[in-house]
């Protein structure tokens, strides 16, 4: 079905304005974004408590949160463009793609922009960029592909590109930055996750495991999909 119907069809199940239904929508992205940090501030938290018995909450813990829940926020995206195949009201859902990537990208922006500003004394540049080149670059590159697709999912460029061609550009870049911000988090927390398997001492793992093996799961259930559609 094309965009503009599908949007018609929204609107009118929902029986509202467009502009309504627009705010609606990136009101519950903006909410799902704020209880996703939320979670990740308090899981941290604890983790903390428990591994260090340190109880204090500070930036470099909010930090993590914002880490993991854009992360979180574009597998989300991401996964409800595969879950329509299984699903008996396939365009249910679909309407919060876009506004889930979009809050994963500013959330992905403001994590960059706190550790490298407001947590300088710790994540120095460029002495962090020299200590961790592969990080550095694999977050800067799923950064500024996530920062393309926010800037392709205008309705002006669409009409440019022609629905077809502007959803599989869509596509094919968000799995990319998906891959590339899992692999950022690995070359940053693969000492973390290994440490927490081979000994289970700090109770509670990393938060970025889980989030990083549910965009693994997400890149899975696409390539199950694709192979299934072509049988
Ligand atoms: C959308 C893009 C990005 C995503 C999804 C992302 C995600 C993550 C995740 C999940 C972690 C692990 C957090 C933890 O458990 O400690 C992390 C760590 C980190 N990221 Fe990113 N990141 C992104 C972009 C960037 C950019 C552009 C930079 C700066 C160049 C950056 C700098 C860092 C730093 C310094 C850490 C270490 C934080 C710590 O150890 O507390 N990230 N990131």
């Not at 029986?15 to 209880?35: D, E």
């Not at 699903?87 to 550790?115: D, E, I, M, Y």
């Not at 500003?117 to 550095?136: E, H, I, T």
């Not at 398997?197 to 390539?223: G, H, I, K």
């Amino acid at each position: 079905m094309q965009e503009k119907e599908r949007r018609n069809s929204a609107v009118a199940r929902a029986g509202t304005s467009p502009a309504a239904l627009l705010w609606r929508l990136r009101l519950r992205a903006a909410g799902v974004s704020l209880a996703a940090v939320a979670f990740g501030a308090a899981y941290f938290f604890v983790r903390q408590a428990i591994k260090d018995s340190i109880w204090r909450f500070d930036l470099y813990l909010f930090n993590k949160a914002l880490a993991v829940a854009s992360l979180f926020l574009v597998s989300l995206s991401l996964l409800l463009t595969s879950i329509r195949f299984f699903s008996r009201r396939p365009r249910r859902g679909l309407a919060h793609r876009k506004h889930f990537g979009l809050a994963g990208f500013w959330t992905g922006a403001v994590h960059g922009l706190v550790s490298h500003v407001f947590l300088a004394g710790k994540f120095p540049l460029p002495a962090w960029m020299a200590r961790n080149p592969l990080a550095a670059g694999l977050g800067l590159a799923a950064l500024a592909l996530f920062g393309w697709m926010a800037v392709l999912s205008l309705a002006k460029i669409k009409g440019k590109m022609g629905g077809e061609r502007w959803r599989k550009t869509l596509r094919t870049a968000g799995y990319a930055a998906l891959v590339l911000a899992a692999l950022h988090a690995a070359s940053l927390k693969w000492g973390s996750w290994t440490k927490y398997l081979s000994t289970f001492e700090s109770v509670l793992p990393s938060l970025s495991l889980p989030a990083v093996l549910f965009a693994a799961a997400v890149v899975l259930l696409r390539l199950f999909v694709r192979a299934a559609k072509k049988h």
